[in-house]
């Protein structure tokens, strides 16, 4: 019975179960690393685990930001259907897919609720693998996508340097999952082949086309992004 009730939890309840565990498996190596190094000592570590974990967040939220800022950049282009539609049709190009940024966005809120319940290493796992699941989604851009990024919107070049230093800190202290771990739902939340669909849809006749109608959240974002 208790199996099935954690298959049923969400991400977020997870996470938090996790926290409360790891809270108390810290406190309990704390006691213990007490007793052999001095309280300065402790705290000093306790610390640097910290910030260890501070920053591979700050990492993980900036290419979450890049990450949507490209989406909607490559969204755009799918939008504006009458400049490659005919090129795809004829098998010169292929379509926008705004849907490729999904993967490395579950990889990097997994990441998030592993390092706010204190588990380091394994975040560190995770990110690794979005970052590959990220230079995969920017290798696979399209021409026309690329000439509207950015100079900043660019790939991963590697991991961040902060990275050297998980294998001394494993582990760390919970914290409060940050806000900003919503953009990973946004970014997977757009689904592009409700729009290619209807795509089709319009090319066989009926009705105003889709790319022709106002979109005013997407727009909105796509501005405040």
Known sequence: MAKQQDMNLSEEEAAQIAAMNSQATDQAELQALSGQVGNAEMQARVSEAGSVRDELLQFVMARLHMDRGVQLTEFGVLRDHSKWYREVSKGKEVAPDPHRWHKPAKYYKRATYALCAGETQRAMVLI???IQAEIQAFDGLTERVRQKLDNNQERPKERPAVARSVTHYPTCTPCKVPEQVSIADRITDLDPSVFKAEIKKG????????????DDEVDEESKSD
């Open 203 to 214: 090319k066989r006749g009926g009705g105003e086309m889709w790319w022709n109608k106002a």
């Open 128 to 130: 690794e693998a979005a």
